[in-house]
């Protein structure tokens, strides 16, 4: 059978005691204003939590019940369609049969927005869109890649999987993602790296996993637990204000609603604590383990070689452990030099508030493990394999991986062309960091030839050089081909918008904001670019509307759109440039 070495103790996260009891506190604050399906369902998904280890008993394969498969708990609540046109048995392509990643042009929405006008979870090929890596419109990469998922697929019981994989311009092994709604994104990095066509097999199966297992329920849970949240801030504080501005509230009762708002906000801000730094790592480190599990009951079914999940494991495990890195090392070091400087009782006041902050954030960072201990996925794959498959050992060891047709696929000049622009596009990026910017333009040059002219991540990363070179026209430049490009990322349009506004182009950057909020279905980043639109255009109410929007869902960009809705997002714009 399959011997692999793990060093080291077993990590298993929380125990079911503990999670039931930190699970209870978040649960009972969200159950008070859930409607009754999203009631039942979480319900149901508690009692999976606490269950205990996936494939303590069983195969995970022989859990799944026949039939079609279900959408997560979100979709069946909001009664949200998953985005794209996907045709139930082709799998990646739509009505047309087309398998790219095609544009096509939303109806544009009224400016009389309402809460239950957001989506708290993007359509897959828009998140994917919204990350700087972006998509790369290549049909053939995705052909190959929906043709593996569709021999996976065939061999398990759930049907109406609307799976359809896309290629993103990602450098991390670490990276693949599945959504909510089916699409999933796999790095181009992950198929230069992989030795065969069977290993690639277990990374398209362990995303296949996820959403065949409902795993994105966590995310409608954290979602939804902070919009609750955002929804008790903004509510008192808007009655607050509304009752101090009319003489509604005496000076005892504005006390007294101020005492149960800071009382109010503490359990708030505990239960999304609890949520996403001990109760979301905890599911997520099962969720992982149980798709490695699934993935491989998949392929033993197939005439894939399993055994290639364990290799795939020990070399994403390998390249963790080669790009490990302190995140906080450079701000620890720049409070350290500010602290050696200070000259009075204020500013050694700060000094220690912003370290205290820091380390505050570090340990949460350390809690909010997003994937989860490779070795211990590792460790519960192989003894998942020598506990339910010892009677198949002969015949799983029989099989062999098919390196060679996995490397003819690569040395296709489509595909041997594209790997080539990206390597060159990541390199770009690396030497710029270390600013030796010869090689990086080296690299840029050849990053954009042939087909990487109009691609964005080699656009953007040449954009990044030319901005730090002091050259904006060039800067601009490489933005507006990437933007005439067929898959302009987020990133793209946020670098173009910025250097127009900052040249006083106005209407130009109306324009790309117009553009983009269609494209990428009203993303955070642009409502305060639309609100100071609507100001501008004497639009008031349909700003003000926005804001509360903004305010109640998107709480990273809140201050942002207040600034906005009050006329000061330029002097918004020139603080955050002044603290880069």
Known sequence: ????????????????????????VVFVFLLVVQPGLARADLFKWIDRQVDGAPGEDARIIDGLKAGPWQ?????????VVPGGNQAKAAFGKDEDGYSGTKFQEPEPKATDYKQSDVNLLTDGVTHFRLNRAGLIPEARLETKLNDIAARILAVQPVTDVPIRFVVTGGRGLGD????????IGIPIAILADVKSEDEMAFVVAHE???????????DWLSKTNEKLVNFAEVGFTSALEFGAAYGLLGKDDQESLQKKALIGWVASRASLFLTDTALAPSWARDQEIEADLLAFDLLARTDYDAGQGPIFLERLLQYFKESESDPFAARRAELDAQAASQKNLAT???GFVGK???????????????HPETQERLD?????IDERYEEMEEQLDAREA???GWGSFLSEPVVAELLTIYRNSWETRNYTAVENFKSAEQKAFASIKGRGSSLALPRLNFADLRGIQGEKNKQLTNLERAVQGPEPSFDVYRQAIRIYRDDGKIQKADALIEDAWLRFKEPAGLYPFRIDAMLRNNDREAAQKLTTTCRLVFRDNSKSCVKASQGKLREWESEQSAGL
């Open 1 to 24: 059978m399959i011997s692999l070495s793990a060093d080291g103790p077993r990590r298993r996260g929380l125990g079911a005691k503990t999670r039931t009891v930190v699970g209870a």
């Open 71 to 79: 959408k997560s708990i979100f979709e069946r609540e909001q009664q």
């Open 176 to 183: 693949a993602n599945a959504m909510h709604d089916g699409v």
């Open 208 to 218: 296949i996993s996820h959403v065949i297992l409902n795993h994105h329920d966590s």
């Open 348 to 350: 050694a006041i700060a």
């Open 356 to 370: 205290l902050t820091l380390e505050i954030e570090a340990l949460t960072a350390d809690l909010e493990e997003r």
């Open 380 to 384: 519960s794959l192989v003894d998942y």
């Open 402 to 404: 098919d390196s060679s």
